[in-house]
């Protein structure tokens, strides 16, 4: 700074010491999920990760989440035929979406369809945010995220069936046929793992945008702008193109060491709050097991084994495990999605949480807003352009 | 809850005690600006408000904000030059715009119109963050609320003067004509008390989604999505329908006993910071006597007056005081701006503050990554939907 006077650095009385990115600042209370870093262990409503994946379908897992405990069948069917009924997207979405550059970024499309979802003066997506406006938004995720998928190929976009599950439907709508099993399959557990994770950026985004009054579109539009960030959520994709960059397991090692010589960040291991292994990536590996080619998991395996015992011999000190991007790459791609499409289905998962967050928050709201500590000076005067 | 079984609450060791909302909890350090609440004084890059207002444009404002020193001649010429060949709209960005419907919010088309500029697949508004990104951005604002403005009249958009400041280009964006000095002055004193303002909310949300290395424009529409709530800029056009009710100075003292009396919250009055007059009232109030009509001025005075009075009878241990809504109601509403268009002008304004802020976060960043306090159970079991 190079002023034209004063430098007194001052802090107007900070009332608590300042932790680096909030790390261990506790932000909110919150009984819908919680990491517990060092078990590695993740719960959602009382049920652990390993409770509900592969027994919960994903609306099973919304559900819970939104409500705080399991559905009966009746339930869990009136919930299906809600999302079936609010999947269809208003017109003036899909001209949103159609009026994007093919070139643009999926993440960018879902995160300006969901904005331009929230342009409608109704009883929808305005006002303080509710439980219907958390389904109808979540309902419209996949058609949201399909139709821009079609419109770069110069498709036009596909209704949605009303019997189709969300998994389903997203399949359907973005290729157009009616799905395989050994393809929505996978993609559900995926859904379900992903659904919940605590108080992370996207998350606490969402929060802190409702915290204001502000509307339910308004708090997810800017979650899904935290996601797009590589340190959240912007990654797997790049798990994929490591893969790909080795090719074959006899050049995993030459690979790896290369990567780590040249002070490269390997993709898809460590997290800042697990100090285990991720439960997710434990049942993701199972998943990919099933759904991926023998060879890209066999790959992919032999990747992270070689992977983890170089990290652990250069950087005994950290605990750095598999985290839950590396699997996904292989789960979403035998699903049949390309790269960049990864991080947005990541959010037609956590759309269910981030909603569930909001819901909790304006139940109980207080506006969040922090202190800064002012580190520059006070007290410079004024000078006229023409004596500078 | 009403969950199958196990309640027991839990804590994973929250390593700061939890001020609700984070009040008083610091964030981030700055040297962008600070509140000094207690003595009612705003500072920006080292200059007291009173400083800048009435004296510096709002060019050199944002020149300061975002560079840490006041430009000369040549670098503000620079400025104003690269604003006006920034300004024109990517075409796309337009067709967005008049795909909404012409009864959306101006700060749900502002949100949109932001996320849709951020889906270009070029060196600008994709990556890390930079100044000439901000510049661009902020160059783009005013044509992007006219754009729509116009629309919801049926009329075509404006094409940018390269000439203007950008105080004179958005009331020629917005009205198509060449604005009158005796509203473009009072605009720019506006827009340079809003630029910044410490670690408010919208400003937050920029920072904590710029932390995870997401782009620009996904962090400002974030911040625009936040400034959208009534906690944070939402009630300026509320204090104008508040005038239009009271109506005449005969009936301030009736009609503010009644809203009292019925428990509602008057608008203008009481900030979460400010223990003390509002530096920005202040010189709103003085721009407001010479901008408005006498009689409007006469009104707004007298509410002011009256409802300080009151408040301080009815509530005298709560230091409330004029805030900065108040007279921007008065001031906006003089140059020709209907209510709605309120807090997208204060967006105009702040989007140099919330640039500022991403830029400084990621000069030094550490992603934003807070914890929870987790309330639930934790030792539930999955029991098959038939048996529910």
């Not at 390993?50 to 379908?57: K, M, S, V």
């Not at 995160?111 to 929808?124: K, M, Q």
């Not at 945008?209 to 912007?234: Q, R, V």
Request: net charge negative; hydrophobic share 40%; proline share 6%.
């Amino acid at each position: 700074m190079t002023g034209s006077n004063g430098n007194t650095a001052v802090s107007d009385q900070p009332i608590l010491p300042k932790p680096e990115g909030l790390e261990g600042v506790v932000a909110a209370s919150t009984a819908l999920s919680h990491v517990f870093g060092e078990e590695g262990k993740l719960v959602y409503r009382g049920y652990d990760i390993h409770e509900l994946a592969g027994h919960a379908t994903f609306e099973e897992v919304a559900y819970l989440l939104w409500n705080g405990r399991l559905p009966n069948r009746q339930e869990l069917d009136a919930l299906l035929q809600t999302l079936g009924a609010q999947r269809p997207l208003p017109s003036h979405v899909i001209d949103v979406i159609q009026a994007l550059p093919d070139t643009a970024q999926p993440m960018d499309a879902l995160r300006t369809g969901v904005s331009a979802l929230g342009a409608i003066d109704s009883e929808h997506f305005d006002d303080v945010p509710d439980l219907n406006e958390a389904i109808a938004l979540t309902a419209k995720f996949p058609g949201i995220l399909a139709a821009f998928f079609r419109h770069r190929q110069g498709l036009d976009p596909v209704n949605p069936k009303p019997g189709h599950t969300t998994a389903q439907s997203y399949l359907h709508q973005l290729f157009g046929k009616e799905p395989d099993e050994k393809h929505w399959r996978p993609l559900e557990v995926y859904l379900t793992l992903l659904a919940d994770h605590g108080m992370n950026a996207s998350t606490f985004t969402s929060r802190v945008i409702a915290s204001t009054g502000s509307d339910l579109c308004s708090a997810i539009t800017g979650a899904i702008g935290a996601l797009k960030g590589p340190l959240h959520g912007g990654a797997p994709s790049k798990v994929l193109d490591m893969l790909e960059a080795i090719g074959a397991a006899d050049n995993v090692d030459p690979w790896l060491t290369n990567a780590l010589d040249r002070g490269e960040r390997l993709m898809g291991f460590g997290h800042r709050v697990y100090k285990a292994e991720d439960p997710r990536a434990e049942i993701l590996r199972g998943m990919a097991a099933e759904a991926s080619t023998p060879e890209f998991f066999a790959l992919s395996r032999r990747t992270e084994e070689r992977a983890l015992a170089m990290l652990h011999e250069r950087k005994p000190d950290r605990r750095l495990y598999t985290n839950v991007e590396f699997y996904s790459a292989a789960v979403l791609s035998a699903v049949g999605l390309p790269g960049d499409m990864f991080t947005p289905t990541f959010a037609v998962s956590r759309v269910t949480g981030w909603t569930s967050h909001v819901l909790e928050q304006v139940a109980n709201n207080r506006l969040i807003r922090p202190q800064s500590e002012f580190v520059g000076a006070t007290d410079k005067t004024f000078v006229a352009i023409e004596r500078r």
